[in-house]
């Protein structure tokens, strides 16, 4: 379709693993509900297989889709449902932090203290 726009986000293929998850710019003060938990940071185009392969050579559970092909973000925004879901809850449920691009080009940091609206809503 000539009027449509398709982002391809095969080459963001970052992949953090945090021992203690630390929320961006938080306000002095602020104290992050999940500030210290271990958490792992995705590119946009990353899949799960991606994730599972390196948390089982840090010998660590993960929490994701069945398919081991399907991205981690389009999991995410698709509902997060998992094999571990009744017990661990919705991948959204447990999004801690997301770095988005607002429908008018600007970076946010979406967080339970930066844009929490926003952050809601990806929840």
Known sequence: ???SLLIWT?????????DEFTPTECEA???HSKAGVPAVTTGAGI???DVY????????FVMGGGGTSVGVVGWMIGGGYGS???MFGTGPANLLEA????????????????NPDLFFALR
Not at 53 to 60: D, F, P, Q, S
């Open 53 to 60: 392969l390196e948390a089982t050579e840090r010998n660590l």
């Open 84 to 86: 571990w879901s009744k």
């Open 99 to 114: 770095k988005v691009v607002t429908a008018d080009g600007e970076v946010v940091i979406a967080n339970e203290c930066n």
């Open 47 to 49: 899949t799960w297989i």
């Open 10 to 18: 095969h080459s963001m293929r970052d992949l953090e693993f945090h």
């Open 29 to 31: 003060g602020h104290i």
């Open 1 to 3: 379709y000539p009027e």
